[in-house]
C-alpha cells in the first residue's frame, strides 16, 4: 500500500543552524504534501505545503522542496529557534483521496 | 469558530470497561477522521468518514466502532477496553486537503 518514509526520527541542532528532515512517498498519484507541526500536548497543525506543479516553496523561515522524479520531498528550516523544538510529520495525498498517509515524525531539538 | 474539539481531554479504564470519544467539527468540512498516536509510531487512521453517512475502515480498525452522527459530529467507540488501546486519540476534520486535529483525549486503559 501506500507509505511514507521519513527520516531522521530525531535531530538535534544548535539555536542559529539549519535543520532538514526527508520524505520519500511510494504512490505516484500523491499530489499535494502537507508538514505539520506537533508541540507538546497538542494535535498536529499544518506549517507549510507544496502542491505537484511547484518545486519549492519558502514561508519565511521554513521551504519545502519536491522533486517528484525521486518521489522526495523535504522540510528545511533555517536559523532555528527553541520554539521551534516539536515534532514534524510529513505527509502525503492523493487527489480525490480521503486519506492523508503520514511519515512518522521527526523530533527535533534546538539547543539554545 | 472554535474548530476541532474533543470530550474528554483525559480517561482512565479499566479493561473491560466501554465509552465514547466524541468529537466535532465547526468548519462545515465533509471528512473527518480519528487517529491514535503511540510512542514512537506516529498517527495511525483508525476509522475515516468521507462524508456523512459513510465511515470507513483505516489502517487499525478492530476493537473500535465509529459513527457519523451528522456533518458536525463523528464519534469513537471502545465497547470493551484493552490495555493495548492506552493512547492519545485525534480527531481530525478536512475541508480540500489541509487536517485540522483536534487538542487530543489521553486514555489509559488498566
Known amino acids: 500500500g501506500e507509505n511514507v518514509e521519513q527520516h531522521p526520527s530525531t535531530l538535534s541542532v544548535q539555536e542559529g543552524d539549519s535543520a532538514v528532515i526527508k520524505c520519500t512517498y511510494s504512490d505516484s498519484a500523491s499530489n499535494y504534501f502537507p508538514w505539520y507541526k506537533q508541540e507538546l500536548g497538542k494535535g498536529p497543525q499544518l506549517i507549510i505545503d507544496i502542491r505537484s506543479n511547484v518545486g519549492e516553496k519558502k514561508d519565511q523561515r521554513i521551504a519545502v522542496t519536491l522533486n517528484k522524479t525521486a518521489k522526495h520531498f523535504s522540510l528545511h528550516i533555517t536559523e532555528t529557534q527553541p520554539e521551534d523544538s516539536a515534532v514534524y510529520f510529513c505527509a502525503a495525498i492523493a487527489t480525490g483521496g480521503f486519506k492523508t498517509i503520514f511519515g512518522a515524525g521527526t523530533r527535533l531539538f534546538v539547543k539554545a | 469558530n472554535a474548530g476541532v474539539t474533543q470530550t474528554p481531554k483525559f480517561q482512565v479504564l479499566k479493561t473491560g470497561q466501554s465509552m465514547t470519544l466524541q468529537c466535532a467539527q465547526d468548519?462545515?468540512?465533509?471528512?473527518m477522521y480519528w487517529y491514535r498516536q503511540d510512542p514512537g509510531m506516529g498517527l495511525r487512521l483508525i476509522y475515516y468518514s468521507a462524508s456523512e453517512g459513510t465511515t470507513d475502515k483505516g489502517e487499525v480498525p478492530n476493537g473500535y466502532n465509529v459513527s457519523r452522527l451528522n456533518k458536525r459530529e463523528f464519534s469513537l467507540r471502545l465497547e470493551s477496553a484493552a490495555p493495548s488501546q492506552t493512547s492519545v486519540y485525534f480527531c481530525?476534520?478536512?475541508?480540500?486537503?489541509?487536517?485540522?486535529f483536534g487538542p487530543g483525549t489521553r486514555l489509559t486503559v488498566t
Open positions: 481530525a476534520s478536512t475541508g480540500a486537503y489541509e487536517q485540522y
Open positions: 468548519m462545515n468540512h465533509n471528512s
